[in-house]
């Protein structure tokens, strides 16, 4: 994601960090080219490598491999996967648009252009397959499962550009699978689980997010973020374990949900899957739809608010745990790595002001986790910031 401020100009303010499929790593790209740093020790960022050169608007690393996927502003159609280790380019391909987002995982590598999606098989980095005529998707949301093949390969990404509707993408058969109305309003951020088929969705209201089983559509778990105000969610991130969900947004609160395995409950009755035709790929796909979409009315929402006595969906009416950083009104994104040996799980927020926050997560109470470290990412540097001294919980 492009942290930089909205409107600024990209070829002065690229400033460009993702990380890494499973948390370890975090890729910092800028218009003197890019980093990667390790995460395995939250108490500093160890370079991994440095290239000094052209301007790096996005940048995709293969969990902790040499793989890596680059864009540039001067070139924005056209990408570049390269062997940093052996300073060597494995193949470059030129797209019909602008590409805005790059995913992989360790059979596929796709490719979103707005309005339309390219899936490469990673062996050999040819397209096998391309989806047209999406719906415009100028953010790029999108997500691609890290699961094994036999667990569900799917890529989820907007189907609608006015609703909350995610479709998902079988990219080993190659088919859709099936479409979920998440929300009423447009997709905001959309995240897969790393260890269980599960999806996380948000919308531009920003007020609920909502978790499905990606084998039959069915909505197993909702969280609510707020009441008072809609946000900008910027981010969803499950952790390694599966256990947290962390979401960013434009305001200066981190909020992260504590994900009970145990009170999932199916809701497949509330959802019917129906056999249709792909206009832009003439797949077959199942179209989910829920029973009930979001409420509306003022009833609605008081029915909302009643919980569990009137819904099969568990409702958590607060996150679980919070990070407060130093300002709002940042882009940031965001992971939540599990520690070794004992060690609490963490959560590492980016943001557009240039720092990486280290929040430590009281696994057993929640409440405002404690800010460990600061590091800054700006113009390349890994030096640490004094870190606060706020340990307290609520």
Known sequence: ????????????????????????????????GYKLYSLQNPDSLDLIYSYDGSDVLIVERLFNSSLVALVSVSCPRKLKVCH????????????????VTVRMNRSRLVVILSESIYIHNITNMKVIHTIRDTPANETGACALSTLPEEGGNYL?????ENTGEVLL??????????????????????????????????????????????????????????IKRCVSIYSLAFSACGQY?????????????KLDQGNERSTGAAAS?????????GARRGEKTEEKAEAQSWMGFLGSMVGPTVSLIPQQPRSFACAKLPVGGQRTMCTVTVGRDNAPPRVLIASGDGMLYVYTINPAEGGECARYHVHSLRDGLASEVEPSATHGHN
Not at 273 to 281: I, M, V
Request: with cysteine; proline share 6%.
């Open 1 to 32: 994601m492009n942290l930089a401020p909205p409107g600024a100009d990209p070829l002065r303010s690229i400033f460009f960090v993702n990380f890494n499929q499973d948390g370890s790593s975090v890729a910092v790209g800028t218009v003197n």
């Open 84 to 99: 940093f280790k052996k300073g060597t380019e494995i193949c470059n391909y030129s797209y019909p648009n602008i590409i």
């Open 156 to 160: 989820a990404y907007p189907g609608r």
């Open 169 to 226: 993408f079988d990219t080993v058969n190659l088919v859709a699978h099936m479409t979920i109305l998440a929300h009423n309003s447009p997709l905001a951020a959309i995240a897969f689980s790393p260890d269980r088929p599960l999806l996380a969705t948000a919308s531009e209201k920003g007020t609920v997010i909502r978790v499905f089983d990606v084998r039959d559509g069915s909505r197993v778990m909702e969280f609510r973020r707020g």
């Open 245 to 257: 969900l962390c979401s960013t947004s434009n305001t200066e609160t981190v909020h992260i949900f």
């Open 273 to 281: 899957a129906t056999a249709a035709t792909s206009a832009g790929d």
